[in-house]
């Protein structure tokens, strides 16, 4: 079965580093999203891209996050200048397509098992 | 205000028994959808259940049901037979109309269920 992949697992990095998060989403999906879980807390949204362009962000989505799909395959988080409340587990989610209430199913979001970053 | 609510930190179930995890949201748009994920100590987030806010019959998949009541905008996850795997934290989760340009999830705060033997 499909699967969202992320790497590393877990990256640890001193403050002020340049980090970078790879996630190869479910090959025919079309729609991308990164999200943070900072340690016992929700999860929260931080960008969704499509089409090559972000399509959403959140307000965590500062100037110091990006987002490339540098190929076909790969679609990364960059943090440029982290900081010690970056540290929190990433997830890369993908869907197939978007979908309303009306439609029904078929927008379903699948996460990858995520990439804990330690900023120290 | 928040979108998802569940206001259960943490529940505890017997073995075989089933149990209900609540969630409520807020939302204005008439075409939403409202999604369940499973976390387990391992962190990877499983979807496991979907309703469509336009869908009449609520949602089943296998053990788990979704209890979807639109005019007090609950969406409760129902588990059946409780299985010591289910033990995990549970989130509830919403998008409202991607059509309208909102894809994103927004999550609650998670519910942990600890089934007992």
């Known amino acids: 079965e499909p699967e969202v992949t992320q790497t590393p697992s877990h990256q640890v990095t001193q403050m002020g580093q340049e980090v970078i998060l790879r996630c190869v989403p479910i090959s025919n999906h079309l729609y991308f999203y990164w999200y943070r879980q900072i340690l016992g807390q929700k999860v929260e949204f931080l960008v969704s891209f499509y089409n090559n362009e972000i399509s959403e962000k959140s307000e965590i989505f500062d100037d110091q996050f990006s987002v490339e799909r540098p190929d076909g395959s790969n679609f990364t988080l960059k943090i440029r200048s982290t900081k010690l409340e970056d540290s929190a587990m990433y997830f890369c989610?993908?869907?197939?397509?978007?979908?309303?209430?009306?439609?029904?199913?078929?927008?379903?979001?699948?996460f990858g098992p995520g990439t804990r970053l330690t900023v120290l | 205000a928040q979108k998802i609510t569940q206001t259960q930190p943490g529940m505890f179930v017997q073995e075989k028994e089933a149990v209900t995890l609540d969630c409520t949201y807020d939302t204005s748009d008439p075409s939403y959808g409202l999604f369940w994920y499973k976390q387990p100590s391992s962190g990877e987030m499983i979807f496991l259940i979907y309703?469509?806010?336009?869908?009449?019959q609520n949602a089943t998949e296998g053990r788990y049901s979704l209890n979807f009541q639109k005019a007090r905008k609950s969406a409760n996850l129902v588990i059946s037979a409780s299985q010591l795997g289910d033990s995990a934290m549970y989130f509830c989760a919403m998008r409202e109309d991607p059509m309208a340009g909102a894809n994103n999830l927004f999550f609650g705060t998670g519910t942990r269920l600890t089934v007992i033997p």
């Open positions: 309703q469509g806010s336009y869908d009449q």
């Open positions: 989610a993908s869907s197939r397509t978007l979908t309303s209430g009306r439609t029904g199913f078929g927008g379903e979001q699948f």
